[in-house]
């Protein structure tokens, strides 16, 4: 199955393709969302986001004065994301897709005249300053505190897993601001300068070798007061509502999963068990036609999904059903083609011996964040059994 098959959409399709032959930056194919791995990369980013944001290939539900496009649907986003995936390339940055989001919809007409065209010109690389130590699953206990202290917030605290927090220069936070409030309510959103005085960012390291997210800490730092985002005690609804908004990215995960099986069968046909290529073992033919069976169930499911979410008949717990069943697939299918490659597979990137330049390792240890990321999968679980069969809370 293939979203989009007008003459319209094959049309653009091909009109997209082109332009990712032409322009996307040349930086290695890591799996996930990766951060740039130095000064050229993060430059090469840039560049790309603003072609992105310039094209209207990102971006193109903006308000037309910030460069919105009224030619384009969710539609074509669906296929932008499918085409990115084939390439394996990048897509505009996460994080200042949230915070645009956020400002479009609840920031002030100075906050996006200020950001948004700077956004677009990827200038401005954001960060999603939500998760803390101890409020991921259940954000809404939060405890970083901003308190109103005259014309300004005094924010203390800390959060992490601040995915490129070390490249970004603004962050889009949620800061406590009323503690008597009942927790979902006392929660405010800000714009935080990531440069500003007693902002620290500690990159962590992590099982991938590579640092994609931080921690950061807020030591007294100053924020406006005319740098919160909507009103006071507003933060948790405009979190959910542009938590919500990224529906269109999912094709991109069904095309992945599909290369990742045809990259499955080619390794199988070049490494060997028992002095015969791996193909030809009825295990490995099985797990390979399972995943694809698998894959196909979960293309079906997602584009069922999409086209639910696009009539406006979206249920609570259709993405859970697709997050789940895609991360799982995911860390199974990298586990079965680090097994392939025996001794050789456990070998990472830059090691000359390494199965396909140390690609399933990665693979493999990158597994484990969408089974984490956007929800972990016990939450997705609790979600469709509570929404979707009905089963009693426990
Ligand atoms: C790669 C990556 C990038 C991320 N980037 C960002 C970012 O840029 N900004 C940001 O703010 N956050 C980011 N996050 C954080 C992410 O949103 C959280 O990791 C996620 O919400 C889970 O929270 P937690 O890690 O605190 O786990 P916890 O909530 O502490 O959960 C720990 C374990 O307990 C289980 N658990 C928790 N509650 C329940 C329950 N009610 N029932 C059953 N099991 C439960 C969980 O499934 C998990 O296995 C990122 C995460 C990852 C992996």
């Given at each position: 199955m293939q979203y989009g098959t007008t003459p319209e959409l094959a049309e653009f399709r091909s009109e997209v393709r082109n332009f990712i032959a032409e322009y996307a930056p040349s930086i290695p194919p890591r799996a996930g969302v990766r951060s740039a791995e130095n000064e050229s990369e993060h430059r090469a980013l840039q560049e790309w986001t603003a072609r992105l944001y310039g094209a209207g290939y990102a971006g193109s539900d903006w308000p037309a004065e910030y460069g919105g496009r009224d030619d384009r649907s969710p539609d074509h986003s669906i296929i932008v994301g499918e085409e990115l995936a084939r390439a394996q390339v990048p897509g505009a940055q996460s994080g200042s897709v949230l915070a645009s989001h956020a400002l479009i919809h609840f920031g002030t007409d100075e906050q996006r005249r200020r950001h948004l065209p700077e956004i677009r010109a990827g200038r401005e690389l954001w960060c999603q300053l939500f998760s803390e130590p101890g409020a991921g699953s259940d954000l809404a206990s939060l405890r970083t505190k901003a308190v109103r202290s005259g014309d300004a917030y005094i924010v203390s605290g800390q959060k992490v897993w601040t995915t490129d927090g070390h490249w970004a220069r603004y962050g889009y936070l949620l800061a406590r601001?009323?503690?008597?409030?009942p927790k979902h309510k006392g929660i405010s959103a800000f714009i935080l300068d990531m440069s500003a005085p007693g902002v620290s960012v500690r990159p962590l390291r992590e099982l991938t070798g590579t640092s994609d997210f931080n921690e950061v800490f807020f030591d007294g730092v100053e924020v406006a007061a005319d740098a919160i985002i909507g009103a006071p005690g507003q933060g948790w609804a405009i979190a959910n509502a542009t938590l919500a908004h990224e529906r269109t990215n999912v094709g991109g995960i069904v095309v992945k999963l599909r290369l990742a099986v045809e990259a499955l069968v080619e390794l199988a046909s070049r490494v060997q068990i028992n002095g015969r290529p791996a193909i030809e073992s009825d295990r490995v033919r099985d797990r390979i036609g399972q995943f694809s069976a698998e894959i196909e169930a979960l293309s079906a499911l997602t584009y069922a999904n999409l086209t639910r979410w696009l009539r406006g008949r979206e249920r609570m717990h259709d993405a859970a059903m697709g997050k789940l069943m895609f991360s799982e697939i995911n860390v199974e299918l990298a586990r079965f083609a680090v097994e392939l490659g025996g001794?050789?597979?456990v070998l990472v990137e830059g090691d000359p011996n390494a199965i396909d330049g140390g690609r399933w390792q990665d693979e493999w240890l990158y597994a484990r964040a969408y089974t984490i990321a956007g929800g972990s999968s016990e939450i997705m679980r609790n979600l469709i059994a509570e929404r979707g069969l009905g089963l009693p809370r426990r």
């Open positions: 601001t009323d503690a008597e409030a001794e050789a597979g």
